[in-house]
């Protein structure tokens, strides 16, 4: 705790020299959990905001492309946590290029896969820069 002191301590500093502001309600100072953009940071690393794993979970099938691309849209944006995003969303991505909104078993499959993999999302623990890195890219999107 003591070296997060020093480093809060360090940044107010050069928020100062750089004539940096923050609105002091708006922080918060040793509590356990933070909500940050559809998030939650705990000391164990970053989880989806339940709430909006909720509504994926009820999310209905989608009957046309705006429908479709809305969901896909809420689930990348939780994509760090699914791995092999682009191969479960594949089927999906296929109907919004196709003439013609055409839903099929495959679509459901991988509808359904995507859902229950965002609701049992892990938590991503914080990078510990004393191990090495594991690289995995995704170039679906």
């Known amino acids: 705790m003591t070296d997060h002191i020093e480093n809060v301590k360090a940044l107010f500093e050069l928020m100062q020299k750089?004539?940096?502001?923050?609105?002091?309600s708006k922080c918060a100072f040793e509590v356990p959990k933070v909500e940050y953009l559809g998030h939650f940071i705990i000391q164990e690393g970053v989880y989806a905001d339940p709430k909006k794993i909720i509504a994926v979970k009820q999310w209905?099938?989608?009957?046309?492309?705006?429908?479709?691309?809305v969901f896909l849209e809420l689930a990348g944006y939780y994509r760090r946590f699914i791995?092999?995003?682009?191969?479960?969303?594949g089927p999906l991505h296929d109907l919004l290029k196709k003439d013609g909104y055409a839903w099929n078993s495959e679509a459901t499959a991988a509808f359904?896969?995507?859902?229950?993999?965002?609701?049992?999302?892990p938590v991503l623990a914080?990078?510990?820069?004393?191990?090495?890195?594991?690289v995995e890219t995704d170039a679906s999107g």
């Open 60 to 69: 209905p099938i989608p009957t046309n492309i705006k429908q479709l691309g």
């Open 126 to 134: 914080m990078p510990d820069f004393s191990k090495p890195f594991l």
């Open 83 to 89: 791995q092999g995003y682009g191969a479960i969303c």
């Open 18 to 24: 750089f004539q940096l502001y923050a609105k002091m």
């Open 112 to 121: 359904e896969k995507l859902k229950q993999t965002l609701v049992s999302a």
